[in-house]
């Protein structure tokens, strides 16, 4: 494989062409000279770099959970409690800074594709070379596998010209496998020391995080000198955290979905006669669905999160549906749009049950058929697996991800929601308890409709933002980082750049397996799920009631790239409260604060005040952060 497999054009044509001659919106620290530094609050002294770059060191940094901390630092010893990164401006337009030295960063993309990704690498190339022109940045082609096998491309201006602002992963390939074993990643440091790579940039969510912390403390453990830097980019919008507001794709996704949504919508509004089940991306959280609820007004949607919280089994599923269905029938709304996520079917209790039992047998016989696993079942499970459709049955058996889990992408759960839906509504019919027109179905899947779109001016932005910050993060020779970006629900011009360790941002699953017994899991940057006390959340129960009756459809409309709506982001994001960083920073000029007034020689009565306060401070913030009070751990 080679990178004459993938586009190379001479010119774009259309609306690809203009978006090629887009700028990205950048902050103003990275306009001008930098300054990479852990921000005043944390330093304690300055190292200058080729006269440009200022790392001030500072406090560690830890994992959210008290809990885990223990489990990470053991098995990060090397990259676990570095500081936090903030990108600064170093000087005004007049300072003069002198050039870095020439580096070596090799790239890829490690997951699946999402709008914007080419263009953290555009903004990873342009600074390299403004600052060097003698660096160079060596694509991998087809991802982890391509760094395995040494498959690489040094990309050049002219190579990335057609890439500018593009969607899709054509520019290298991607690979959705993660790095599995020890071969593996003793391949990836044999590639990196053949090619003498400084760095080392992967591009993806949360699997590709963890391996790039994974690496990252291989490589300083066995002696490799190549710093590796992780970027989040997904689609499902579920690499969230306190450092990571929102990830690179999941703007432009729900925004193409959002109008795919409405125009429904409106259709079902027009033709009375219509239900539309629509499954959308999201495997284990349901980011994308909520965001387009609040999007497009629909009349109802299932998030996993609300699922597995209520234990809501797939009859309870129906039940909320067609109770949903018979209350419109009665207003004369025969019609209407039902959203789900793709992991829908996997937070229903009783089929994660089954699907759990079938990849164990399908460990032991992949070649395990529709006909002969139903007595190899336990009695629940095969009770289940016989009332399901043929065709749910046989999607269910399907190969199985690189990962070892179901495909839920093929797993057509709105089409079985939509006949059991039929089924008991038909029932109702007969018995007299329901009188509207007769149940009509039409079921979509959105999945990869969103995946090669033009990505928004937002995701334009904020990912060539992110290249440029990794290569920052990168030359100030910090490994064991992701590049992130802060206070993005503001106009770029209030950014902060900087970097986060990557094992601030581990956690340890458990799970009860009996009594007294429990399993953990391996320390790992996870998804996060909807916060069922989110504002997002919120947002959507406080509408649900009247979008499910009232047809309060609203349509955003196609992408918009220039005008007064064209910057706009997500409602979750313009919602939601995490400036983490910018509170950070109060937090700590408040201490300042109480040094500046209690120092020797203060008044008695002062010092006993804060004393006092400190000490109830103290007890309250350790409450909080027993894992009893967070209830973040899955027993």
């Known amino acids: 494989m080679g990178i004459e497999l993938h586009r190379k054009v001479s010119k774009l044509q259309g609306l690809s062409a203009v978006r090629a001659q887009y700028q990205p919106r950048v902050p103003p620290a990275l306009k001008v000279t930098f300054a990479v530094r852990l921000a005043r609050f944390w330093g304690i002294g300055e190292v200058d770099m080729c006269g440009s770059v200022k790392v001030s060191v500072g406090d560690a940094s830890a994992t959210a959970e008290l809990s885990d901390r223990l489990a990470v630092s053991e098995a990060y010893p090397h990259t676990y409690g570095l500081p936090l990164v903030q990108l600064m401006s170093s000087g005004g337009p007049n300072a003069t800074t002198a050039k870095h030295l020439p580096l070596r960063i090799g790239v890829a993309f490690c997951g699946r594709q999402s709008p914007g990704g080419h263009n953290v690498i555009t903004g990873l190339f342009d600074a390299l070379k403004s600052q060097n022109a003698n660096s160079i940045l060596i694509g991998f082609i087809g991802g982890t596998e391509g760094i395995f096998s040494q498959r690489t491309v040094e990309l050049?201006?002219?190579?990335?010209?057609?890439?500018?602002?593009?969607?899709g992963y054509d520019l290298l390939g991607r690979t959705k496998d993660q790095i599995k074993s020890y071969q593996q990643i003793k391949d990836a440091k044999a590639a990196c020391e053949a090619l003498k790579l400084d760095v080392l940039v992967l591009i993806g969510g949360c699997g590709t995080n963890s391996d790039a912390a994974q690496l990252a403390e291989f490589f300083l453990e066995s002696g490799c000198t190549t710093k590796v830097v992780g970027i989040p980019v997904t689609i499902d919008g579920d690499l969230k955290n306190q450092f990571v507001e929102t990830n690179v794709g999941f703007d432009t996704t729900?925004?193409?979905?959002?109008?795919?949504?409405?125009?429904?919508c409106t259709d079902a509004l027009?033709?009375?006669?219509?239900?539309?089940?629509?499954?959308?991306m999201g495997r284990q959280a349901s980011h994308v669905s909520l965001e387009c609820t609040l999007q497009s007004q629909s009349n109802m949607v299932l998030l996993g999160e609300e699922v597995a919280n209520s234990k809501m089994t797939l009859f309870d599923v129906t039940m909320q549906i067609c109770d949903a269905i018979q209350a419109r029938g009665e207003q004369g709304k025969?019609?209407?749009?039902?959203?789900?996520?793709?992991?829908?079917?996997?937070?229903?209790?009783e089929f994660r049950a089954l699907l759990q039992e079938i990849n164990t047998l399908r460990k032991q016989d992949e070649d395990i058929g529709v006909d002969n696993i139903s007595s190899r079942l336990t009695l629940w499970a095969a009770a289940l697996y016989d009332f399901l459709p043929i065709f749910i049955k046989k999607q269910l058996l399907l190969d199985r991800e690189s990962d070892g889990s179901v495909q839920l992408s093929q797993i057509e759960t709105e089409k079985l929601l939509a006949q059991l839906v039929d089924t008991e509504m038909i029932r109702r019919t007969k018995t007299g308890l329901y009188e509207g027109k007769k149940f009509n179905a039409i079921c979509h899947f959105f999945g990869y409709q969103a995946?090669?779109?033009?990505?928004?001016?937002?995701?334009?932005?904020?990912?060539?933002?992110?290249?440029?910050?990794?290569?920052?993060?990168?030359q100030a020779g910090l490994t064991g980082y992701m590049a992130t970006v802060a206070n993005l629900k503001q106009d770029v011009s209030e950014w902060r750049c900087g970097g986060a360790p990557l094992t601030a941002m581990m956690s340890v699953k458990r799970w009860l397996r009996g009594p007294g017994v429990s399993q953990t899991g391996k320390p790992a940057v996870h998804t996060t799920e909807v916060d069922l006390k989110?504002?997002?959340?919120?947002?959507?129960?406080?509408?649900?009631?009247?979008?499910?009756?009232?047809?309060l459809y609203r349509n955003p409309g196609p992408i918009q790239y220039a005008g007064p709506g064209a910057d706009l982001t997500t409602i979750t994001l313009s919602i939601e409260d995490n400036d983490y960083i910018g509170e950070i920073q109060e937090f700590y000029a408040y201490l300042d604060k109480v040094k500046e007034i209690v120092k020797p020689g203060c008044a008695g009565e002062v010092l006993k005040a804060a004393l006092s306060s400190m000490a109830s401070v103290t007890d309250i913030l350790t409450a909080m952060s027993a894992p009893s009070y967070r209830s973040l751990t899955p027993f």
């Open 534 to 551: 989110g504002k997002p959340y919120g947002l959507l129960t406080q509408h649900a009631s009247s979008w499910l009756m009232d047809d």
């Open 451 to 474: 995946r090669g779109s033009l990505p928004s001016n937002f995701d334009c932005n904020y990912a060539y933002t992110l290249g440029q910050t990794a290569y920052y993060v990168a």
């Open 254 to 264: 729900c925004k193409v979905y959002s109008q795919l949504i409405s125009n429904i």
């Open 156 to 167: 050049t201006n002219d190579m990335l010209k057609d890439f500018r602002n593009q969607g």
């Open 334 to 349: 025969n019609y209407g749009v039902v959203l789900l996520p793709e992991g829908l079917i996997e937070r229903i209790p």
């Open 270 to 280: 027009s033709a009375e006669k219509y239900y539309y089940f629509i499954r959308l």
